[in-house]
Nanobody, 117 residues
Framework: QVQLVESGGGLVQAGGSLRLSCAASGGTFSSYQIGWFRQAPGKEREYVAHITRNGGGTYYADSVKGRFTISRDNAKNTAYLQMNSLKPEDTAVYYC??????????WGQGTQVTVSS
């Protein structure tokens, strides 16, 4: 089974950018779809984006479409979330997750993103 570790979070001003990474180990990375989710304080975890196994398909929540870009490098067993034009409402803990078919069974520990106004 795959283990996931996120990195790249931090504090950024509104309008700034961050790139999150999701490094995988212990499994065949290319056999998993990868998703990004986030959870803000006092709110439920929400879907952000996901990418297909070969990277040919990418999908986004309306709230981030046009600002965030998900990608992956299967040779490096890593997925990325490029976040541009960040807003204070993007502040959350960001998680990456992996699934083979339907359910995301494998999750990272999360990385904090804080956007100041």
């Amino acid at each position: 089974q795959v283990q996931l570790v996120e990195s790249g979070g931090g504090l950024v001003q509104a309008g700034g950018s961050l790139r999150l990474s999701c490094a995988a180990s212990g499994g065949t990375f290319s056999s998993y779809q990868i998703g990004w989710f986030r959870q803000a304080p006092g709110k439920e975890r929400e879907y952000v984006a996901h990418i297909t196994r070969n990277g040919g398909g990418t999908y986004y929540a309306d709230s981030v479409k046009g600002r965030f870009t998900i990608s992956r490098d299967n040779a490096k067993n890593t997925a990325y979330l490029q976040m541009n034009s960040l807003k204070p409402e993007d502040t959350a803990v960001y998680y990456c997750a992996a699934r083979r078919i339907i359910e995301y069974n494998y999750w990272g520990q999360g990385t904090q993103v804080t956007v100041s106004s």
